[in-house]
């Protein structure tokens, strides 16, 4: 048999048609290789993100834990400032019947030398 016969032929097209298979596939596996490599350093970086995140929520908490704090305690200022109001008011309250007092005292007071000076009385 001579070189060039078709069975020849078809065997070393087959053959090379094999090898070129063999490539293709082994680049795809290289390319899906290299896509795994590159999910799992996403996933590594998610990874620490949700580590960086998860201790920034801790942080947000105690933050959160002190505002409460603070709220509470202005809410008891508050309560504060509402009894001395009302303190305030009964003060004011007790001065206002003392000085209309006094007021109608001096008034009733001049009425009486009006009247002794008048000759009235």
Do not use: C
Not at 43 to 55: A, K, M
Not at 70 to 94: A, C, F, L, N, S
Request: charged share 35%.
């Amino acid at each position: 048999m001579d070189r060039d016969s078709p069975l020849l032929l078809t065997l070393s097209n087959h053959s090379n048609q094999q090898e070129k298979k063999e490539t293709e596939t082994e680049a795809r596996f290289t390319r899906i290789e290299m896509h795994i490599a590159w999910l799992r350093h996403d996933v590594n970086d998610i990874r620490n993100e949700l580590h960086d995140i998860r201790g920034e929520i801790k942080d947000v908490r105690g933050e959160i834990k002190d505002v409460r704090g603070e709220i509470q305690d202005v809410r008891g200022e508050i309560q504060d400032v509402r009894g001395e109001m009302k303190d305030i008011r009964k003060d004011m309250q007790t001065d206002f019947r003392l000085m209309f007092s006094a007021l109608i005292g001096v008034a009733l007071g001049l009425a009486y030398i009006m009247a002794r000076g008048f000759h009235w009385l």
